[in-house]
């Protein structure tokens, strides 16, 4: 049972240039979440998903896309990065039981520096 | 939307003392309210929630208070050890709206041996 995984651990991008990062779970959660951690600002949500197929913005969506084809992954993608997007990225998935939310479960994060 | 507060942003003790971090929340739906310690480079980890139905919860040096009428929350950590050094962030999220976690800005809690 890996929890959350994330791929890659480290990406140096130019500006200008694409990419997409991929986190998977294998608890079968219906939610999952990408959040940006910036440093004095705590964790922000980029994007999250409710369920297979479904997408939502979060406080900081500009300039990321997601997509969730499959229940147990959940795709960033940077379509044109700027340095402004040098972050950690974390995923991470839950599931709601009776109307309470269980255990939030993080993947290791992804350090991304654009130049 | 749900906005969350967080103090201090660093905080030094002594092995051994007690370590208190506060945290206040703006919308009055939220009831999920868990705690994440994070180790420099790696990812938050749940160390205790509450949810909105209790006041008070503990587990071992750990414990978490809840005033819902004030609208915050605090943790508090007791006999405090070196291995306690992390950043801490709080967060909170209700069943309405968006169901996602909405952190606190984190407090740096450093115990000095």
């Known amino acids: 049972n890996a929890g959350v995984t994330q791929t890659p651990k480290f990406r140096v991008l130019k500006t200008g240039q694409s990419m997409t990062l991929l986190c998977a779970q294998d608890?079968?959660?219906?939610?999952m979440y990408w959040y940006r951690q910036d440093p004095g600002m705590g964790l922000r949500l980029i994007h999250y998903s409710v369920g297979e197929g479904t997408t939502a913005k979060g406080e900081v969506p500009d300039g990321y896309n997601v997509s969730r084809l499959k229940k147990q992954n959940f795709l960033l993608g940077l379509e044109s990065a700027a340095p402004s997007q040098t972050s950690v990225y974390f995923c991470?998935?839950?599931?709601?039981?009776?109307?309470?939310?269980?255990?939030?479960?993080f993947g290791p994060g992804t350090r991304l520096l654009v130049l | 939307g749900e906005n969350v507060e967080q103090h201090p942003s660093t905080l030094s003790v002594q092995e051994g003392d007690s370590a208190v971090i506060k945290c206040t929340y703006s919308d009055s739906a939220s009831n999920y309210f868990p705690w994440y310690k994070q180790e420099l480079g790696k990812r938050p980890q749940l160390i205790i929630d509450?949810?909105?139905?209790?006041g008070e919860k503990k587990d071992q040096r750990i414990a978490v208070t809840l005033n819902k009428t004030a609208k915050h929350f605090s943790l508090h950590i007791t006999e405090t050890q070196p291995e306690d050094s992390a950043v801490y962030f709080c967060?909170?999220?209700?069943?309405?709206?968006?169901?996602?976690?909405?952190f606190g800005s984190g407090t740096r809690l450093q115990v000095q041996p």
């Open positions: 608890m079968n959660h219906e939610y």
């Open positions: 509450i949810r909105s139905n209790v």
């Open positions: 991470a998935s839950s599931t709601w039981t009776s109307g309470n939310q269980e255990t939030q479960y």
């Open positions: 967060a909170a999220t209700s069943d309405t709206g968006r169901r996602a976690l909405t």
